[in-house]
């Protein structure tokens, strides 16, 4: 099978391949069409080019980097779970969610994660290596040809009664799956921009979040990219002590590193910043220490998500009443904060629940 998968090229490499072909340039712009707003399955159903280029494209390149191999839905059918193989034999998860009136896909970025936090499956499992470009951009493209076909099943949106109403287009894209992005942060980049180009997948950068354990280096290099991406900060604890044993990069990337270079993105971006605060009974939920988060992001245009923790075998989510004052304080202390509902628990989609094997 060619190695080159499609996604890896951008719109100005396949016209250099078609000219290396003898083939007109126009033809990059209808393949990527086909790549990446049909719910096709390989270059032989690319119906308006001529055979032969078909041929050459499936000779040189492949369709898709990434295979599902099992999948799994929960009973409120809101996510859906894939489990997919890499040419290497590794495996990475991904997850559509639909809830909220959003289609959010949640990729991965890498197989497995270095970072080890203890709240979290991906860590559990130790790194294994970088996703490609094309790795990451196959995984959105999996469930966005998915979604189109069952549009095509049941007609076009709002026209006729009950499921034809419904819009099947994705319509977020979150890096939240298994993996810290930033520490693969070209590959991500690359995918990024697959992801929003016009010509290619054209979602608007709004609708992308990239989720980060926090590396302020390159928190800096995302502040200089034109294309307005959302940045989430998983941060958990508003002091190094607690951030140390929650979020083990917190040892080499301190509150005082971490929080000037959020405040100097969202003054060079002037965009909010977000902040996941995964909320675990008896450690990080008390009152306190919501004052503590108050101070620490005073000033800041940020919104705290607050996580009620998917239970581990360490960590349990707190009572309702906890979080409903943790919720409280940041509010009464002027920081903007939502909790956040967790769905997907009984098929392990969870945030953090994300593994290599099922
Ligand atoms: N490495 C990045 C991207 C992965 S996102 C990051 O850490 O931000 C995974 C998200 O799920 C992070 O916000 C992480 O803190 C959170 N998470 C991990 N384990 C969790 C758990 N058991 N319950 C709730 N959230 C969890
Ligand atoms: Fe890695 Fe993020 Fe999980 Fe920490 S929370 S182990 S950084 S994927």
Redesign the pocket.
Known sequence: MPEIAITELSLNDLRDVLSDWGEPQYRARQILDWVYRKPISDFSAMSNLPPKLRESLDSKFSFQSIFPVTEATSRDGSSTKVLFRLSDGNTVESVLMMYDKRRTVCVSSQVG?A???PL?A??ASGFERNLTPAEITDQVLFFSRRLISQQSAVGSPGRGEGLSTIDYRLSNVVFMG???PLVNFEAVWRAVENLTSPGLFGLGARHLTIST?GIPSAIKKLSHKKLQVGLAV?LHAPNNELRDLL?P?NRMYPLEVLIPACRSYVEATRRRITFEYTLIRSVNDSVPLAIELAELLRGLNCHVNLIPVNPTPEFKPPHRARIQAFHETLTRHHVSNTIRLRRGLDVHAGC?QLRARD
């Open positions: 994660c970072f080890g936090c979290c991906t860590g298994m993996g810290e354990i998983s979020a990069p953090g």
